[in-house]
Structures are given as structure tokens and as C-alpha cells.
């Protein structure tokens, strides 16, 4: 466990970084670093598939004009991996937006190589900077 919450980061991850910024724009505050409540980190992998189900269904397909802008991956935020991910929080304090292939690997990437040093476990708080 972590003694104090650590904050992993999707800046320049322009889809990812843009919808988080708006959403805390707007009173999301969950995981933001300015003054927000930290979210919470869950390791069960079958209320996480819940949790992305519950905001990104697979019956869910991206509009027109994101699938031609090849933005064919819904992303969430909280993120599924957290205790207040899926439909958890009102809506007003989340968030989806259709990000890239490319996006959603960078930030699969970069939680997991955030997460392995800094050895964030079950229930663990964290940030995320945007």
C-alpha cells in the first residue's frame, strides 16, 4: 500500500487528456490533484469488465464521424480499474469519449508502468493529472 496517494498522468494523450480536463471543468472532481477526492484502485478484473460495460457496452459503436477519425474505442473515466469506475458516481462526475486505438494502448501503457514501480495495490488512492 502506498503511504500517501501517488497520481499517474495522460497528458498528451489528446483524446483521454481533453475529456478529463473538460468533465473536471464542468465539477468532475474524482482523481483530480487540484483539490479533488483520489480515486481508488480495485484488482477484481470481473467488477472491473462490469464497470466498463455499465458506460462502454459492446453494443455501444462509435458515431460517423469517430469512426472515420479512427476514434473506435470507447474510454472511460473513472477508470473501469477503480472503485468509483462504471456507473458508481452520477453521471456529472464521469465521463466517456471514443479515443484512438493508439490512445487507448498509450494509456493501458502508461497505468501499467506507472502502477508496477510505485506498487499501487487493492484500495490504494490515487490522482490522475490531465
Known amino acids: 500500500m502506498t503511504d500517501a496517494?501517488?497520481?499517474?498522468?495522460m497528458v498528451g494523450i489528446p483524446w483521454i487528456d481533453d475529456g478529463i480536463r473538460k468533465?473536471?471543468?464542468?465539477?468532475?472532481?474524482?482523481g483530480d490533484p487540484q483539490g479533488g477526492?483520489?480515486?481508488?484502485?480495485?484488482i477484481n478484473s470481473k467488477q472491473k469488465t462490469k464497470n466498463r460495460q455499465a458506460v462502454c457496452p459492446r453494443s455501444r459503436t462509435a458515431p460517423p464521424g469517430m469512426r472515420k477519425a479512427g476514434r473506435t474505442?470507447?474510454?472511460e473515466y473513472p477508470f473501469a480499474s477503480?472503485?468509483?469506475?462504471?456507473?458508481k458516481l452520477p453521471a456529472s462526475?464521469?465521463?466517456?469519449?471514443?479515443v484512438s486505438p493508439n490512445e487507448n494502448n498509450t494509456?493501458?501503457?502508461r497505468i501499467t508502468?506507472?502502477?508496477?514501480p510505485t506498487h499501487v495495490m487493492d484500495k490504494d488512492p490515487f490522482y490522475v493529472i490531465a
Open 82 to 87: 477503480t472503485y468509483q469506475g462504471g456507473t
Open 107 to 109: 494509456q493501458g501503457a
Open 73 to 75: 474505442y470507447c474510454d
Open 37 to 42: 477526492k483520489p480515486l481508488t484502485w480495485m
Open 113 to 116: 508502468n506507472w502502477r508496477r
Open 5 to 9: 496517494p501517488t497520481a499517474v498522468s
Open 23 to 30: 468533465l473536471r471543468a464542468h465539477g468532475g472532481h474524482y
Open 93 to 98: 462526475q464521469r465521463e466517456s469519449t471514443w
